[in-house]
């Protein structure tokens, strides 16, 4: 259904080879002999494992990056097949759930096989990071790795996995398409009198047949003349004339997400909606602007702001506006007054002003985009200049 054609689905094996080395150079400059990654988009990152299987909570995954070569996998062994059609040649695995050892015995003689230059084993403990294994596991094996220094490495995961190479830009840019179409498409497909459910339903639908793999995130909200809460819908509510809506999807092509959102007005729109969105909109095109190769994500929060500011927002409860995206639906760094990251070719981000115009009620907008050598490009296609009505 969409005129462009799908990229290629996985990645070469240098672009895998690329990432490992680079992880590997950053892992000399801290002084890390190996670092043990246990979430799915970790070790995605580095091996092409892709599988619904993670949903299930019960079996850890382990995949180790040693200082010189290439990476090991540490997984059950219902994962051995998939994981040998990876680029991966050194894959140990165990017959799981046995909660008295589940893969722990294995991924120790794993470490200790490996050269020591430093001590350390590099874990993601920190910001924006999680550890997917149970925490006694965790703690055990720090207590048989002694010798070893167990320092975070949240951090570096963090900015290496914000540069995006130009395939994996092309994947976020083919489903920023699909969305946008169906987005486009949205008003021929629904109608006043119903309700949010049944609308995102039917988004849903013309998404997969498209050409997107799922859509795990799109919500709703919507109200007269504006929204108050915008993450928890959909809800049962009949959408009515003089109602204001906003969708935000995050929808899924090979791995990677789009992440923005588009308002609609029913049947007609107010001048104080009106107002608020064409305020949102020119937030939007300020962070554009100012989203450039040297600039920071302050910076870009300070242009969005600067125009919410005068268009007489009340506040933002959001806490930022907008993020990084990629294989996750929101990735490193965030755009606050405070977070201060420089902003490198090869970012993909979202730009997501919104703003209390009235006592409770709200206008938010978001697009995609990638920073390159020149400024920012947009991957999603731009938003209408002023509120669509459904009719």
Known sequence: ????????????????????????????????DVMLLTTEPQ???????????WHSPTRPWFLLIP???????VIPSIGVAGMQQSWIDDIRSWSSPQPEDDGISLLLAAIRELPRRFGRLGATTGIESILRMPA????????????????????????????????????????????????????????????EREILRDMRIDLLQRGA???????????PDGYGDIIMGPSDRIVESGDVMIIDTGTIYDGYFCDFDRNYAFGSASDMARRAYDTVYQSTEAGFAAARPGATTT???????????????????????????????????????????P?????????????????????????????????????????????????
């Open 136 to 195: 006694r596991d965790f703690q055990h094996l720090q207590t048989e790795l002694s010798t070893m220094e167990v320092i975070d490495c949240a951090e570096m995961m963090l900015q290496l996995c914000s540069v995006k190479s130009e395939a994996e830009i092309e994947k976020v840019r083919y489903v920023c398409e699909l969305a946008s179409d169906s987005f486009i498409a949205l008003p021929s497909i629904i109608n006043m009198g119903q309700s």
């Open 1 to 32: 259904m969409s005129a462009v054609t799908p990229p290629a689905r996985g990645f070469s094996q240098a672009e895998f080879e690329d990432r490992t080395e680079r992880a590997q150079r950053r892992m000399r400059e801290l002084e890390i």
């Open 213 to 223: 793999d799922h859509t795990p995130y799109i919500v709703s909200a919507s109200g």
């Open 67 to 73: 200082l010189e070569g290439k990476p090991i996998a």
């Open 343 to 391: 902003l490198q070719p090869g970012m993909v981000m979202t730009l997501e002003p919104g703003m209390e115009f009235a006592s409770g009620k709200l206008m938010v907008h978001e697009e995609n985009i990638v920073i390159t050598e020149n400024g920012a490009e947009l991957l999603s296609k731009r938003a209408d200049a002023e509120m669509p009505i459904i009719r």
């Open 299 to 341: 910076d870009v929060w300070q242009a969005m702001w600067s125009v919410l500011e005068a268009g007489g927002a009340m506040g933002n409860d959001v806490g930022r506006m907008g993020h990084g995206l990629g294989a996750q639906l929101t990735e490193w760094p965030s755009l606050t007054a405070t977070d201060n990251t």
């Open 43 to 53: 070790v995605r990152y580095f091996s092409g494992f892709l599988s619904q299987f």
